[in-house]
Nanobody
Framework: QVQLVESGGGLVQPGGSLRLSCAAS????????MSWYRQAPGKGREFVAT????????NIANSVRGRFTISKDTAKNTVFLQMDNLKPEDTAVYYC??????????WGQGTQVTVSS
């Protein structure tokens, strides 16, 4: 059974940093691209970042490029989202997504990030 568990969210002041983690079970990230999405209050889900199965290629949304970094630890089957220089507009629920090659995507339950002074 596929399971994704996000952690690391919380309340942070503008300019601060957070590191989100997503621990996966039921599949291996060595063959599955992983992504982060977010959903702000009253808005649709927005792509944030993705990393290929081999970890060689990453793609970051323009809105967070230069501030957010995606990485993974295949030994721990965990993907990370390092978020620096956070802004109030980054406030959202952040979701980890497994982009399975052979069946529908799996989504985590989400973790709340609030950027406020």
């Amino acid at each position: 059974q596929v399971q994704l568990v996000e952690s690391g969210g919380g309340l942070v002041q503008p300019g601060g940093s957070l590191r989100l983690s997503c621990a996966a079970s039921g599949f291996t990230m060595t063959t599955t691209p992983m992504s982060w999405y977010r959903q702000a209050p009253g808005k649709g889900r927005e792509f944030v970042a993705t990393i290929t199965a081999d970890g060689d290629i990453t793609n970051i949304a323009n809105s967070v490029r230069g501030r957010f970094t995606i990485s993974k630890d295949t030994a721990k089957n965990t993907v990370f989202l390092q978020m620096d220089n956070l802004k109030p507009e980054d406030t959202a629920v952040y979701y980890c997504v497994a982009r399975h090659p052979d069946f529908p995507d799996s989504w985590g339950q989400g973790t709340q990030v609030t950027v406020s002074s």
